[in-house]
Nanobody, 128 residues
Framework: EVQLVESGGGLVQPGGSLRLSCAAS????????MSWVRQAPGKELEWVSG????????VYADSVKGRFTISRDNAKNTLYLQMNSLEPEDTAVYYC?????????????????????WGQGTQVTVSS
């Protein structure tokens, strides 16, 4: 059974930090490009960050560039998102998503149907 299980969300004050994790199982994690996608209340899905299968290429939405860092540990089948200098506008449910790909490919789409696998999400709330 394929699973993507996000964790690490919670309530944090503005300016604080959180580290999200996404544990993958049931597929060959190292053969998949990964993304983080978020959905704020009442808004559409927003692509946040992507990384290629090997982990050497990472890209970010302008809204998080310089504050968030995506990484992966293929030996542990885990994707991470380090979030610093959090703002109230970062409040959302964060999803990890996987799409089969090798080499330098990564994905910047927010469309759920363009990924092979999608997690259940973890809530991040930034509030004082």
């Amino acid at each position: 059974e394929v699973q993507l299980v996000e964790s690490g969300g919670g309530l944090v004050q503005p300016g604080g930090s959180l580290r999200l994790s996404c544990a993958a199982s049931g597929f060959t994690f190292s053969s998949y490009a990964m993304s983080w996608v978020r959905q704020a209340p009442g808004k559409e899905l927003e692509w946040v960050s992507g990384i290629n299968s090997g982990g050497g290429i990472a890209v970010y939405a302008d809204s998080v560039k310089g504050r968030f860092t995506i990484s992966r540990d293929n030996a542990k089948n885990t994707l991470y998102l380090q979030m610093n200098s959090l703002e109230p506008e970062d409040t959302a449910v964060y999803y990890c998503a996987a799409r089969s790909s090798l080499g330098s490919l990564y994905y910047t789409t927010n469309r759920r149907d363009e990924y092979d696998y999608w997690g259940q999400g973890t809530q991040v709330t930034v509030s004082s």
